[in-house]
């Protein structure tokens, strides 16, 4: 049996202990399946020690017995308050590694004696000893103290070989930190990092409390900040709207009998959408992203030079988060690797290293493909009734659930037909339709109308769509199995060359083929969306455009069963008189 020496994330907002076995990386559970300490200590009022959660309960209430967020304070030579006492930091922090200790040898049933402990790249040497120190204060000997992106990328590329530059973008509950680090092999090094620590997951609380304080204000005239009980239950419905947000595009805060004002109950419950909670997290989104081209300067590179960007921290959940880093580096960012756990399990994997165990790798069930359904929206500058609308994206971990809304296009709509496509392309008519249903008996609404539609997909690839009228509840849904079990774009590239050597070199143009028709099915499609719009057109045109319209119409639609050519001559035709009735 190799020496046992375990990982420890330890974290401004939560902490975590892993450990190599057989081969597998491990977090453990610090109770019921959560695998999360919150970094909080606290005395109780019997004057008992509370690591975790139940000294993050009682923080609102008792914040002068309470201790959050001492990584902070890290390296200074300062005494923290806690009850009747007080502390240096390393001794706080030593509590919660206490903790952490107690958990691992409860889980592993033998001494855990050795650690590795992972820090942030900024941490300066005063803050790297004070963490050694709260580590021999805990009865741990730390054999390695590591950097938390270099534990990240550790998590990632624990298998991989080839040399690469990797962007690990760390955004937790408090602190936000970016490094460029260059992987090659088992070396990990960080070139530059840059970041905030203090902003985080719980900067996003904080503003979802402040629209919701400022909702109280205007809908029942109440202060509720200047009491603690309503301020501690608005945060914690805050997070976990922020939370359900990131899967969904509406979440409610309710919370009733939240106070009391002039002898009556106030309850809170307000709806909050998605895109409301980005409007007001925008600036922190792009606070992040500028320091992201601080630290690429600081290793003298661009976005060019860098071959993936990976995510760590919960907040970075946030789907803007990873949407944004899509946008500004123009690379889909890696978040497979559970994000608040990466860190620990890179810890361990380092730790199992040490050990001598065998090179560990991180087992994660991920989905190969992206789904997604088609919607009407902006192609290269043209609104196009088939772009694809991404859910679930490659990568993402499995089980996963996630919804998104969308909109009906016309007054009085009574149904939409969702298709469902898995692929890549931003033309969803290039993707692979998988399946398709259609909701009907809608409301009789302008257009606009909310459709929720959520796909599921479990460990078995059965993928599950549904589609909810917001307003009504009317639903239906799809289920598909074996969603990913289709054959892989790789194999489908082989195929095709398999069929073009069988068939010999006239099959080039064969195998051309499905591309043409493509085209030509798309130019159909256009065809009968430029129609309907022209069809719309006809109820408000005057009898002489009406009848030029009716002559387009009929000229495309005769042209449809024709060679492309002629539909594109009598397209165009139709297009400029459009043009001509719409300006
Ligand atoms: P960490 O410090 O890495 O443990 O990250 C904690 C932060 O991640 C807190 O602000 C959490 O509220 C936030 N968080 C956890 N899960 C999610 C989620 N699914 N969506 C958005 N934020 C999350």
């Known amino acids: 049996m190799s020496e046992l020496i375990v990982g420890i994330d330890l974290g401004t907002t939560n902490s975590e202990i892993a450990v190599v076995r057989d081969g597998r990386v491990e977090v453990m559970a610090v109770s019921g399946g959560v695998r999360l300490l919150p970094s909080v200590v606290g005395i109780a009022d019997d004057g008992a020690l509370l690591v975790g959660e139940p000294a993050r309960n009682q923080y609102v209430l008792h914040p002068e017995r309470t201790v959050r967020s001492i990584k902070r304070r890290m390296g200074e030579a300062t005494r923290v308050p806690m009850g009747e006492q007080d502390y240096a930091p390393q001794e706080i922090s030593a509590m919660i ?22 820090v942030p790249a900024y941490f300066s040497d005063a803050q790297r000893q004070a963490t050694r120190e709260a580590g021999e204060i805990a009865g741990l000997e730390v054999v390695r103290i590591i950097n938390e992106p270099t534990a990240a990328a550790l998590a990632y590329e624990s298998s991989h070989k080839g040399a690469r530059k ?26 530059a990092s840059h970041g905030d620590n203090h902003l985080g997951g719980d900067d996003f609380d904080h503003k979802i409390v402040e629209h919701a304080l400022e909702h109280l204000r205007v809908r029942h005239g109440v202060d509720a900040g200047a009491q603690p009980m309503a301020m501690a239950r608005l945060q914690r419905a805050a997070e976990a709207a922020k939370i359900a947000l990131s899967d969904q595009p509406y979440a409610m805060l309710s919370e009733e009998y939240l106070l009391e004002h002039e002898g009556t109950p106030v309850h809170l419950s307000l709806e909050l959408s998605r895109d409301d909670f980005e ?46 880093l899509e946008q500004e580096l123009g690379i889909l960012p890696r978040g497979e690797v559970d994000p608040d756990l990466c860190v620990a399990m890179g810890a361990a994997i380092q730790a199992g290293v040490i050990a001598g165990a065998q090179t560990p790798t991180v087992l994660i069930d991920v989905t190969p493909y992206t789904f997604g359904t088609g919607a009407l929206a902006e192609l290269n500058g043209e609104t196009y009734p088939y772009c694809f609308v991404p859910l679930i994206r490659k990568n993402t971990p499995i089980p996963v659930s996630r919804s998104e809304v969308f ?121 009968g969306a430029l129609v309907e719009k022209a069809e719309r057109l006809l109820g408000g045109a005057g009898a002489e455009d009406a009848e030029d319209l009716v002559n387009g119409i009929e000229a495309v639609r005769d042209a449809m069963a024709g060679d492309e050519a002629e539909l594109q001559t009598a397209m165009d035709a139709l297009a400029d008189l459009l043009y001509y009735l719409e300006s």
Request: net charge negative.
């Open 166 to 191: 990797a962007l690990v973008y760390d955004l937790g509950g408090g602190t936000f930190d970016v490094s460029v680090v260059n992987l090659e092999g088992d070396v990990v090094e960080v070139l």
């Open 407 to 527: 909109y009906t296009v016309i007054d009085g709509q009574e149904k939409v037909d969702v298709t469902v496509y898995q692929g890549e392309d931003p033309d969803a008519l290039n993707d692979i339709e998988i399946g398709r249903f259609t909701i009907e008996g809608l409301r009789d609404a302008p257009a606009g109308n909310r459709i929720v539609t959520t796909f599921s997909l479990d460990l078995n690839g059965i993928l599950h769509v549904s589609s909810r009228e917001k307003d009504t509840g009317l639903e239906y849904s799809i289920t598909i199995d074996n969603a990913i079990a289709r054959f892989q774009a790789d194999d489908l590239l082989q195929a095709r060359e398999r069929v073009r050597t069988l068939f010999g070199e006239d099959a080039g143009a064969s195998a051309a083929q499905p591309r043409d028709e493509a085209g030509g099915r798309r130019l159909r499609v256009e065809a």
């Open 279 to 324: 409007a007001l997290i925008e600036p922190y989104i792009d606070e992040t992203l500028a320091a992201v081209h601080v630290a690429l300067s600081g290793a003298g590179l661009t976005v060019s030079d860098i071959d993936e960007i990976l995510l760590v921290g919960g907040a970075t959940r946030t789907p803007m988060v990873a949407r944004r």
């Open 97 to 118: 590694l206490c903790r952490l200790k107690q958990i691992a040898e409860a889980h592993l049933g033998r001494p855990v004696v050795k650690a590795v402990i992972t």
